[in-house]
Nanobody, 122 residues
Framework: QVQLVESGGGLVQAGGSLRLSCAAS????????MGWFRQAPGKEREFIAA????????YAADSVKGRFTISRDNAKNTVYLQMNSLKPEDTAVYYC???????????????WGQGTQVTVSS
């Protein structure tokens, strides 16, 4: 079991950047594939990006590919989402998720953080 806490959200102008962090409790962080999701009001949860246990392979949704980068530091029990060239449509609550598996996917995760708000103004 792992507890996830997101941070780094806030208000940013279109074209700007933010880096989200997700800190995990426990000593088993490296056994989890990790993912980032977002959900805007009135919309379904959307997969953003994922990373393998080792951090050597990453995946990104088409909507953010080339702008967002997921990474992890297993020594710090932390996964990051670097968000560049932000657009107003990126406005959402962003969630970190953990999956106890070799590889991540876009939907099946065991643990979720509480989320952090990202608002992009035009």
């Amino acid at each position: 079991q792992v507890q996830l806490v997101e941070s780094g959200g806030g208000l940013v102008q279109a074209g700007g950047s933010l880096r989200l962090s997700c800190a995990a409790s426990g000593r088993t962080f490296s056994t989890y594939a990790m993912g980032w999701f977002r959900q805007a009001p009135g919309k379904e949860r959307e997969f953003i990006a994922a990373i393998t246990r080792s951090g050597l392979a990453t995946y990104a949704a088409d909507s953010v590919k080339g702008r967002f980068t997921i990474s992890r530091d297993n020594a710090k029990n932390t996964v990051y989402l670097q968000m560049n060239s932000l657009k107003p449509e990126d406005t959402a609550v962003y969630y970190c998720a953990a999956r106890r598996a070799y590889r991540p996917n876009s939907y099946d995760y065991d643990y979720w953080g509480q989320g952090t708000q990202v608002t992009v103004s035009s």
